[in-house]
């Protein structure tokens, strides 16, 4: 019979990596609490309309990258492809944003069907944040404060720049698209095949086109810049004067456009060039259009989202993870003989005593230098040594594992006292 192996692209996260993820989802909901955003959770599977009408019937992720099938039901429905659409579902269907605001965030796995790489998966993870009922540029200016506070904690912000572009009004981007049509038309034969592709239904994907042919036509055309309305120009004036104050460099990138049909007025995108040609780390921007586009009120909304693969690669690569989070043990408890049932005792009335001790007891019996060396291995700093004698005497030995500290005999009922000592 042919071994089982997981689906290609979709991952698993063992035990020697699970730390690094949990260190960076430690640090990114630290930050969001600390800008009093409240974690909302939606569904993965998802009605297919959903992603159709919000993320753009002609987008690369409708066409050829969803994971959509038919349930018992006969309904369509979409393993989600990303957040946005289902976190405005989930607001809208909730009561969370008619005369309101809410400042939101979220994680889990998104899911597409694409060709597997470094730093791209079919399934992969991502924070979200997304902002509702604000209009103004402060809060396109406080995610991205945000944002930057997340990489000054995990000691990468060295390494990310901002590019920010304003794709304007709705009647500003079709008068633009216009002009970008014709002057693409004139070199058709001249673009990439998938730039061809999108001449007519999707143009302005064409600006973040990988081929460089297409980017050297790119350079003489005309410039998003150019057509923006009055409203977009000063909303995009104010967000740059704010991110000037707040210190916050950036490059204004007339070419970013983003992926997704629902943004209009402020796009970004954080990259890096530690990753290779997966450069985005972070990407989103503002999309006022999209709760009324999915039949509730009109909400202004502005978001991003983060992929944790991407962050995880990033900090292994520039070997910024912090020594000891690997370690997922302080005490490992050796029992030698009969003395289990007086093992779980003590590191029950420890777990009690000592909410924050990571304790491993040692289960399946073996001997006792067999025990010392899978305690060693765990990574804990000391040994809890445990016999007949021992509980006959009342006393529990401790061994250090990590420094030359000669071994004690400490008394069971002095235990909890001895190791909280030990950590002040």
Known sequence: MKELSAIKGMNDLTPERSPVWQYVESVVTDVFGRYGYS?????ILEQTQLFAR????????????????EDKGGRSVTMRP?????????????????NQTQRLWYMGPMFRYEKPQKGRLRQFHQFGVEVFGIDTPDADAEILML????????????????????????????????????YLTAHKD?????????????????LDSKSE????????????LDFLDEESKAHFEQLKAMLDAAGIAYEVNPRLVRGLDYYGKTVFEWVTESLGAQGTVCGGGRYDGLVEQLGGKPTCAVGFGLGIERLVLMLETLEMIPEGIECQVDAYLV????????????????????????????CGGGSFKSQMKKADKSGADVALILGENEVAEGNIGVKFLRSDEAQASVGIAELADFLRSGTE
């Not at 405005?88 to 969370?96: F, K, W, Y």
């Not at 930057?148 to 000691?155: F, I, V």
């Not at 001249?190 to 064409?206: A, F, M, T, V, Y």
């Open 39 to 43: 974690e909302i959770r939606f569904p």
């Open 54 to 69: 919000a993320v753009g019937e002609a987008t690369d992720i409708v066409e050829k990258e969803m994971y959509t099938f």
């Open 82 to 98: 990303e957040g946005t659409a289902g976190c405005v579902r989930a607001c809208q269907e909730n009561g969370l944003l008619h």
């Open 147 to 182: 944002s930057a506070r997340l990489w000054q904690e995990l000691g990468i912000d060295q390494h990310v720049s901002l590019q920010i572009n304003s794709l304007g009004s709705a009647e500003s981007r079709a008068a633009y698209r216009e002009a970008l049509v014709a």
């Open 190 to 206: 001249e673009l990439d095949g998938d730039s061809q592709r999108r001449l007519d239904k999707n143009p302005l994907r064409i």
């Open 213 to 224: 042919q297409t980017q050297s036509i790119l350079a003489s055309a005309p410039s998003l």
């Open 335 to 362: 029992a030698v003989g009969n003395v289990q049932a007086e093992a779980f005792a003590i590191a029950e009335n420890l777990r009690s005593e000592l909410p924050w001790l990571r304790l491993l007891v040692h």
